[in-house]
């Protein structure tokens, strides 16, 4: 198996943790680690890859992106989705620049 | 707004060119995808799996196909696509047979808490920003 996730940055005290919760997407916060989960559903040689800094800068050119084509974005999804999703991702890059976001890649076999 | 109808509402506007062109220009893709997963990471994915011709990859979330059907695509592998909101369908059986995977992309209708497949019916597993 493989994935990528975005969660909590590794480390983080509780405040930072709610901080990161509330900023981050849907789902992102993890009572155990990735590697714990994963191990736990009898899975081994767990690798991971921090692919924070990636992640950064892609969110960074999604919003980018999002401004270059936005009279075009709001006709296609209307004004409530559009905005939606740049908030969404506009905080999340706060967060991810704040140090309380990281993604991860995970790979494990069984 | 739940899960599913927030996907719901995306898979109605995916394929339209200004977000095909924004996911372009984020992400070097044009699968109507709208995570993080860039093509490097998507092939770096393809070598920790060592993905080849014989193989059966389940992507689960696979939304729009990425990037389970271009990892297909790249390896030659066959893909079942897990995808919960019947919505993303078409686009995604649509951008198999573009890529000349249709013949061997099985998309599947089905949440990832009831997959219905027997088990180690499949010899990798990949998802894509679906935990989060």
């Known amino acids: 198996m493989a994935f990528h996730t975005i969660e909590p940055t590794p480390g983080l005290d509780p405040k930072q943790r709610r901080e990161a919760n509330r900023l981050g997407p849907a789902a992102v916060s993890t009572r155990r680690s990735y590697e714990a989960l994963l191990v736990s559903a009898g899975f081994s040689r767990v690798q991971t890859r921090d692919y924070t800094a990636e992640y950064r800068a892609t969110q960074a050119r999604w919003i980018e992106a999002t401004y270059r084509y936005e009279a075009a974005l709001r006709l296609a999804m209307g004004d409530a989705m559009f905005e939606e999703r740049l908030t969404a991702r506009a905080k999340t890059l706060a967060a991810v620049d704040a140090g309380l976001l990281s993604r991860f890649g995970y790979a494990a076999t069984r | ?63 729009c196909g990425w990037p389970g059907l271009y990892l297909a695509k790249r390896h030659g592998c066959a893909v079942i696509s897990l995808e919960p909101v019947p919505e993303g369908m078409p686009a995604l059986r649509a951008r198999a047979s573009v890529d000349g995977c249709g013949e061997q992309a099985w998309p599947v209708v089905a949440d990832a808490v009831a997959i219905p497949l027997r088990p180690k019916s499949v010899d990798a597993i990949v998802h894509a920003d679906v935990l989060c």
Not at chain 2, 23 to 46: R, V, W
């Open chain 2, 1 to 63: 707004m739940r899960n599913v109808e927030r996907f719901r509402d995306r898979y109605a506007v995916s394929g339209d060119p200004a977000l095909l062109a924004a996911e372009f220009d984020a992400l070097g893709t044009d699968y109507s995808a709208n995570g993080y997963t860039t093509p490097l990471q998507a092939e770096e994915i393809g070598d920790w799996l060592a993905l080849g011709e014989e193989d059966l990859l389940l992507d689960v979330g696979a939304g």
